[in-house]
Nanobody
Framework: EVQLVESGGGLVQAGGSLRLTCAAS????????IGWFRQAPGKEREGVSC????????YYADSVKGRFTISRDNAKNTVYLQMNSLKPEDTAIYYC???????????????WGQGTQVTVSS
């Protein structure tokens, strides 16, 4: 059974930083593209970023480019999302998931965890 467990969320002031962690089990981690998406109340799900099995960053959402950085450590079965210069509009539940798709067709997510809440105060 695939399990992805997110952690690292919290309450932070605008301009602050957080680092989210996703710990994976139940899959051959090094073979999978992993990503993050977020869900804010009353808003549609928004893909944030995906990173390939070979450590290539496939995309960042325009809303986070230049502020967020995705990375992975295959030896630890872990993916990270470093979030800097946080804004109130970044407030959402952040989910880690397996990621698939392409630039032309868009990216989809499967097997997400329970999520971690990120709240950015103004």
């Amino acid at each position: 059974e695939v399990q992805l467990v997110e952690s690292g969320g919290g309450l932070v002031q605008a301009g602050g930083s957080l680092r989210l962690t996703c710990a994976a089990s139940g899959l051959t981690f090094a073979d999978h593209t992993i990503g993050w998406f977020r869900q804010a109340p009353g808003k549609e799900r928004e893909g944030v970023s995906c990173i390939s099995s070979s450590d290539a960053i496939l995309y960042y959402a325009d809303s986070v480019k230049g502020r967020f950085t995705i990375s992975r450590d295959n030896a630890k079965n872990t993916v990270y999302l470093q979030m800097n210069s946080l804004k109130p509009e970044d407030t959402a539940i952040y989910y880690c998931a397996t990621c698939w798709g392409s630039d032309s067709r868009g990216y989809q997510y499967d097997d997400w965890g329970q999520g971690t809440q990120v709240t950015v105060s103004s």
